[in-house]
Every structure is written in structure tokens, then in C-alpha cells.
């Protein structure tokens, strides 16, 4: 009897030992998630308050003065490089960098030049949120530059950094942790926010169970409501819009072909009339590889309704015109209407910087870019 008690009693301990370990180590594992969103916090100097402000500042190191007057110009990120560099990948996983910048200030108060490398973690950033709610930042390489710096590209960095105490690299969210909504990219030089960048992601799924893939994410914003006219170096005037599919298997045969051919067609027309279109032989549509789930640009050269000729920038006199673009499978055209007044494009107000109202949300097109929103 006394050895079933002995045994009874060990018994006891051992369980009541094991239940208080769990309970510390889940204390343990409460503790360290805490700390790290106070590290986070810490970092980022409480985001809610930078949406007011508009500034965000590093309590681990003295703040970067920049000299926000270098440039006339506030600067901006250009239209055609956000499209380009902001990726939803179908997997749920996100590419936010490549992006070209406006006269963004590379001098500091004291008259000396930035140092991208020394001065990465306060230099450029872009912070991510859903809604109100931030998800996290990254850093920027912004060595490199064009036309005496008023370009400059914000390219990942080269090599990992420290954030929050831990090595990272990358530009990449877990959209299957955080679902579907509107993101907002905020975006930041040293402690001044200068361009806001909003999009959407949702989910479409599958119910094939024999299908590879059965649920992709995806986004809308810009992509499906801009296009745009490109002067190029050439004279030549280049329309550009943006399509993707998202059809799981376009090809029931082959599973892992993914693109589906597209024609469309531009025709823009002058007051009325006949005024341009794009180059394909016999008058035939252009057909472009779309790929699933991402979006690309396309792109075609303009010739006179006549075909005489391609339409160069000085070809574009004083009307109003209209671009109307068919895709296959889009129930209607898409149409973009714009004017010319003293042989100049008119820029839409949102791109216009004697009109636009929010310097965070300028639809940047540099000198060479003619953007147009959708009318339909």
C-alpha cells in the first residue's frame, strides 16, 4: 500500500511539473511576441500618428535631415513604375520594389550628400498596411540615379539588414495571412511621407479536385483603369495599357501553359474622325500572351487611320480625341478621352501639377508619359 501511494505521488508531480513547464513556455512565447511588436512599434515611432503627420522617425538613431528643398518639384513615384514594380503573386506572396522616383532630396541640411549605403535604414522606406492596420516596412537601395538625380530607383538592397534586431531581406507579405482588402504603400524619404499608392487584392478559387492550383490571389487598382500615350526618344507615340487572365487552366491539355493569346485592338479617333491605329499587317488585331494572375503592359505603335504614316507626337494638333480599345472577352470597349489645346497633350488633373490637390497621389508620368483614365 505504501508503494501505490509512493507511485501515486510521483505521478502527481511529474504531471503537475509537466502542466507548469507548458504554461511558461506559452508565458515565454506571449513575452516574446510582445516584445517584438513593441520592437516594431519602437521602429516605426507609432504609424498611426504618421498618417497626420506624415513623418516617421527611427528612436534608434538620430533622425536624417534631409533638405526637402533640393528639388521645385515634390517628389513622386512614377505611374508606369508602380505598376511595374508592385507584384501580387498568384501563391499569396508580393515584389514591392523597382521603383523610380521623382526629386526625391539626396541633400542633407549640412550641404553633404546622402550616403545610400550608411544611410539605408533612414534613407527609404515603404511601409505596408491593410486598411488602418501597418503589416510591416522595407528599406531601399537608392544608388541609383538619372538625369543629375532626379530620378532615382528604390531597388531591394543588395545585401541583408537588420530590422528589429533580426537580419531580413526581401519585399514580400504573406497575403494568405493577411486575406483579401485594400493595401496602402506608403512611401517614405527619411522622415517625410511623400506618396500614398493604394490597391486591392482578392482571392478567386477553384473547386476542381484534380486541379493543381485551386485558389489565387489577385489585384486591381490602377492597372485595369489607366492607360497611356509614351513619347519615345524616336518621336514615335507608343499606346501601353495592362491585362492579365484568371482563368485556373486556359489550356485543359497542358496544365502548366498558364498564358492565353488575346487580340485587341486600338483605333483613336480626332473630333470624330478617323485619326490612328495600331501597326499590325492587313489591318489584322494585335494578339498578345496574357499571363494568369499577373499583371503585364502591352504596348503597339501608332499609324495614321490612312496608313501613311506613324503617328508621332507633333501629329497630335489641337481637338479632342478619343481612345477607344477593344479586348476579346471584355464585354465593351475601354475609352479614354483627351484634349490638345496649343499643340499640347492636356494632362488629366490627377497627373497636371499646377491641378493635382494630394502631392501623395500625383499620377507622375515624367516628360514622356500621357496617362488617361477610364471612362467606362
Do not use: C
Not at 22 to 31: D, E, I, T, V
Not at 104 to 128: A, E, F, M
Not at 156 to 181: M, Q
Request: charged share 30%.
Amino acid at each position: 500500500m505504501k508503494k501505490l501511494t509512493k507511485i501515486l505521488g510521483l505521478v502527481t508531480f511529474i504531471l503537475i511539473t509537466t502542466s507548469a513547464e507548458a504554461q511558461f513556455g506559452k508565458l515565454k512565447s506571449m513575452a516574446k511576441d510582445k516584445a517584438k511588436e513593441k520592437a516594431t512599434d519602437k521602429v516605426l515611432n507609432n504609424s498611426k500618428s504618421s498618417e497626420s503627420s506624415g513623418t516617421i522617425t527611427d528612436n534608434n538613431q538620430t533622425p536624417l535631415e534631409l533638405d526637402y528643398s533640393t528639388f521645385k518639384m515634390t517628389p513622386a513615384i512614377t505611374m508606369s513604375s508602380l505598376l511595374y514594380g508592385t507584384k501580387i503573386y498568384t501563391g499569396g506572396s508580393t515584389r514591392f520594389e523597382a521603383y523610380t522616383a521623382s526629386f526625391v532630396p539626396y541633400k542633407k541640411t549640412d550641404g553633404t550628400d546622402v550616403n545610400t549605403i550608411y544611410d539605408q535604414s533612414q534613407y527609404l522606406k515603404v511601409k505596408v498596411y491593410k486598411g488602418t492596420e501597418f503589416i510591416d516596412y522595407f528599406e531601399y537601395d537608392g544608388g541609383t540615379t538619372f538625369d543629375n538625380n532626379k530620378l532615382r530607383k528604390l531597388n531591394a538592397p543588395t545585401s541583408r539588414y537588420k530590422k528589429n534586431g533580426e537580419w531580413t531581406d526581401g519585399t514580400n507579405i504573406d497575403l494568405k495571412k493577411w486575406g483579401e482588402g485594400v493595401y496602402r504603400l506608403e512611401f517614405y524619404v527619411g522622415s517625410k511621407l511623400f506618396y500614398n499608392f493604394e490597391f486591392e487584392v482578392y482571392k478567386v478559387t477553384n473547386d476542381d479536385p484534380y486541379a493543381s492550383l485551386n485558389e489565387m490571389y489577385l489585384s486591381k487598382g490602377p492597372w485595369n483603369k489607366y492607360a497611356h500615350l509614351e513619347h519615345q526618344e524616336s518621336g514615335n507615340m507608343i499606346f501601353g495599357f495592362y491585362m492579365m487572365h484568371e482563368e485556373f487552366q486556359p489550356h485543359p491539355s497542358d496544365p502548366n501553359k498558364t498564358t492565353k493569346d488575346v487580340k485587341w485592338t486600338v483605333n483613336i479617333t480626332k473630333d470624330g474622325a478617323p485619326f490612328a491605329t495600331h501597326y499590325e499587317g492587313m489591318n489584322k488585331p494585335k494578339i498578345s500572351k496574357v499571363e494568369r494572375g499577373e499583371w503585364d503592359k502591352f504596348s503597339v505603335a501608332l499609324k495614321s487611320a490612312d496608313g501613311k504614316k506613324t503617328i508621332q507626337l507633333a501629329d497630335f494638333t489641337d481637338g479632342a480625341y478619343k481612345i477607344e480599345l477593344k479586348v476579346d472577352g471584355e464585354e465593351k470597349p475601354r475609352i479614354y478621352s483627351f484634349n490638345v489645346a496649343n499643340n499640347k497633350i492636356v494632362l488629366m488633373d490627377e497627373q497636371d501639377r499646377t491641378k493635382n490637390t494630394d502631392p501623395t497621389r500625383l499620377v507622375e508620368g515624367w516628360n514622356n508619359f500621357f496617362w488617361f483614365k477610364q471612362e467606362n
